[in-house]
Structure formats: structure tokens, C-alpha cells
């Protein structure tokens, strides 16, 4: 799902003026499946055509209370 909401979002950041960042959530899920690492999420924004300057990742504090390792492992 945190997949597919950042490929929308990564569509339509391209109309938001280029001095405005861009926040994008992510859950900690999506982080204990590698789903951003690798480069991954920067191929994602090369792709989009986003300078990766302007992007914010986002994690729910409150859905990290009892994974400290995960955050710690990224």
C-alpha cells in the first residue's frame, strides 16, 4: 500500500511549485521489507523527475514505539 500511494504522490508532485517539499509517510513496515532501501526510493524520485532535496520521509512515531530496531537497522 505505501507503495502505491508514493508512486501517486510522486505523479503529482510535479505540479506542486519546486520550492515546496514534499512529506512523504512511511510506515515501519515498509522499512522491515526493504521496500526504500537499495536506492530504490531514489530511483523512484529520478523517475518522477523530483530532485530528492525536496522530499521529507516521514515516520509515524507512535507506529515505532515497539520497533526501535527497525529504525535502527535502516
Known amino acids: ?3 502505491i500511494c508514493r508512486t501517486a504522490i510522486l505523479q503529482r508532485a510535479l505540479e506542486l511549485p519546486e520550492d ?3 512529506f512523504v509517510n512511511v510506515a ?3 522499512l522491515d521489507h526493504d521496500l526504500l532501501g ?4 531514489l530511483d523512484e524520485l ?3 523527475g523530483i530532485d530528492p ?3 521529507v520521509i516521514e515516520i509515524p ?3 515505532l514505539e515497539h520497533r526501535v530496531h527497525v529504525v535502527d537497522e535502516a
Not at 537499495?38 to 526510493?41: A, M
Open 61 to 63: 512515531e507512535r507506529a
Open 46 to 48: 529520478t523517475n518522477a
Open 28 to 30: 515501519p513496515q515498509t
Open 38 to 41: 537499495g536506492g530504490r526510493l
Open 1 to 3: 500500500l505505501d507503495a
Open 20 to 22: 515546496i517539499l514534499l
Open 53 to 55: 532535496r525536496r522530499v
